[in-house]
Protein backbone atom coordinates (compact mmCIF):
# COMPACT_ATOMS: atom_id res chain seq x y z
CA UNK A 1 0.00 0.00 0.00
CA UNK A 2 0.60 3.29 -0.69
CA UNK A 3 2.11 5.71 2.86
CA UNK A 4 4.02 8.13 1.29
CA UNK A 5 2.92 11.60 0.01
CA UNK A 6 1.83 13.04 -3.13
CA UNK A 7 3.48 16.26 -4.52
CA UNK A 8 2.00 18.74 -6.63
CA UNK A 9 4.23 21.16 -8.11
CA UNK A 10 5.93 23.30 -10.44
CA UNK A 11 5.64 27.32 -11.79
CA UNK A 12 4.81 29.45 -14.03
CA UNK A 13 8.71 30.98 -14.90
CA UNK A 14 8.58 34.20 -16.69
CA UNK A 15 12.09 35.52 -16.39
CA UNK A 16 14.54 35.27 -19.55
CA UNK A 17 16.96 33.01 -17.33
CA UNK A 18 16.49 31.24 -14.51
CA UNK A 19 16.82 27.82 -12.29
CA UNK A 20 14.15 25.56 -10.75
CA UNK A 21 14.14 22.52 -8.93
CA UNK A 22 12.26 19.63 -7.60
CA UNK A 23 10.99 18.54 -4.12
CA UNK A 24 13.55 15.91 -2.53
CA UNK A 25 11.56 12.72 -3.01
CA UNK A 26 11.97 10.13 -0.28
CA UNK A 27 10.56 6.68 -0.80
CA UNK A 28 8.00 5.79 -1.12
CA UNK A 29 6.60 9.61 -2.05
CA UNK A 30 4.88 10.03 -5.67
CA UNK A 31 5.60 13.90 -7.96
CA UNK A 32 3.58 14.96 -10.64
CA UNK A 33 5.05 18.63 -11.14
CA UNK A 34 4.92 20.81 -13.94
CA UNK A 35 7.16 23.84 -15.06
CA UNK A 36 6.13 26.26 -17.76
CA UNK A 37 9.04 28.75 -19.38
CA UNK A 38 7.88 31.72 -21.29
CA UNK A 39 9.54 34.46 -22.40
CA UNK A 40 7.38 37.84 -22.69
CA UNK A 41 9.74 40.50 -24.28
CA UNK A 42 7.78 42.35 -26.20
CA UNK A 43 11.21 43.52 -28.23
CA UNK A 44 11.76 40.37 -29.32
CA UNK A 45 9.97 37.96 -31.30
CA UNK A 46 11.58 35.30 -30.95
CA UNK A 47 13.34 33.50 -28.13
CA UNK A 48 14.39 29.91 -27.82
CA UNK A 49 15.05 28.15 -24.54
CA UNK A 50 18.22 26.04 -23.43
CA UNK A 51 18.08 23.89 -20.70
CA UNK A 52 20.16 21.64 -18.78
CA UNK A 53 19.31 19.54 -15.90
CA UNK A 54 21.63 18.29 -12.78
CA UNK A 55 20.43 15.45 -11.11
CA UNK A 56 20.32 14.23 -7.48
CA UNK A 57 17.80 12.35 -8.50
CA UNK A 58 17.59 8.25 -8.85
CA UNK A 59 14.50 7.29 -10.99
CA UNK A 60 13.20 3.57 -10.79
CA UNK A 61 10.42 1.49 -12.52
CA UNK A 62 10.99 2.54 -16.05
CA UNK A 63 9.48 5.29 -18.05
CA UNK A 64 6.63 4.64 -17.60
CA UNK A 65 6.22 4.92 -14.26
CA UNK A 66 9.72 7.69 -13.56
CA UNK A 67 9.94 10.33 -16.36
CA UNK A 68 11.29 14.31 -16.90
CA UNK A 69 9.42 15.50 -20.11
CA UNK A 70 10.63 18.41 -21.84
CA UNK A 71 7.75 19.71 -24.51
CA UNK A 72 8.85 22.34 -27.15
CA UNK A 73 5.83 24.62 -25.75
CA UNK A 74 2.46 23.93 -23.82
CA UNK A 75 2.00 20.28 -22.60
CA UNK A 76 -0.47 18.45 -24.33
CA UNK A 77 -0.22 20.51 -27.41
CA UNK A 78 3.60 20.89 -28.46
CA UNK A 79 5.91 18.09 -29.56
CA UNK A 80 7.97 15.85 -27.13
CA UNK A 81 11.47 17.18 -27.34
CA UNK A 82 12.59 14.13 -25.23
CA UNK A 83 11.77 12.28 -21.96
CA UNK A 84 14.65 11.47 -19.44
CA UNK A 85 14.31 8.24 -17.76
CA UNK A 86 17.70 7.66 -16.92
CA UNK A 87 20.81 8.65 -19.14
CA UNK A 88 19.52 10.44 -21.82
CA UNK A 89 21.11 13.50 -23.02
CA UNK A 90 20.53 16.55 -20.58
CA UNK A 91 20.47 19.34 -22.58
CA UNK A 92 17.36 20.59 -24.73
CA UNK A 93 16.31 23.51 -27.08
CA UNK A 94 12.87 24.85 -28.18
CA UNK A 95 11.86 26.40 -30.74
CA UNK A 96 10.09 29.41 -29.52
CA UNK A 97 9.55 31.33 -26.48
CA UNK A 98 7.54 28.57 -24.89
CA UNK A 99 9.14 25.27 -22.96
CA UNK A 100 7.46 23.37 -20.22
CA UNK A 101 9.02 20.47 -18.00
CA UNK A 102 6.57 18.22 -16.08
CA UNK A 103 8.15 15.11 -13.64
CA UNK A 104 6.05 12.46 -13.18
CA UNK A 105 6.93 9.77 -10.31
CA UNK A 106 4.72 7.09 -9.66
CA UNK A 107 7.26 4.42 -8.32
CA UNK A 108 7.85 3.34 -4.31
CA UNK A 109 11.58 3.48 -5.10
CA UNK A 110 12.76 6.60 -6.66
CA UNK A 111 13.95 9.21 -4.38
CA UNK A 112 16.40 12.19 -4.46
CA UNK A 113 15.35 15.71 -6.66
CA UNK A 114 16.81 17.72 -9.40
CA UNK A 115 17.96 21.19 -10.77
CA UNK A 116 17.41 22.36 -13.92
CA UNK A 117 19.07 25.85 -15.15
CA UNK A 118 17.60 27.76 -18.44
CA UNK A 119 18.61 30.65 -20.79
CA UNK A 120 16.66 32.20 -23.45
CA UNK A 121 18.37 33.58 -26.82
CA UNK A 122 17.20 35.35 -29.84
CA UNK A 123 17.41 32.69 -32.71
CA UNK A 124 20.02 34.11 -34.31
CA UNK A 125 22.55 33.85 -31.33
CA UNK A 126 25.26 31.56 -30.41
CA UNK A 127 23.88 29.03 -27.61
CA UNK A 128 27.86 28.32 -26.43
CA UNK A 129 28.19 31.13 -24.98
CA UNK A 130 25.61 30.49 -22.18
CA UNK A 131 27.71 28.16 -19.71
CA UNK A 132 25.52 26.50 -16.83
CA UNK A 133 26.44 26.41 -13.21
CA UNK A 134 24.58 24.57 -10.96
Known amino acids: SFS???IICGDILFKSSGTFQSPSLNSPDKADCLWQIHHLNPKVYQMHFLIYFHFF??????????????????PKSSPLLGR????????YTSSS???????YSDSRYSSGSFRAQYHSFSADQNTSKFPFYL
Not at 97 to 103: K, L, W
Open 4 to 6: GQK
Open 57 to 74: LRLQGGCQNDYIEIYDGP
Open 84 to 91: ICSGSPPT
Open 97 to 103: NFMSVRF
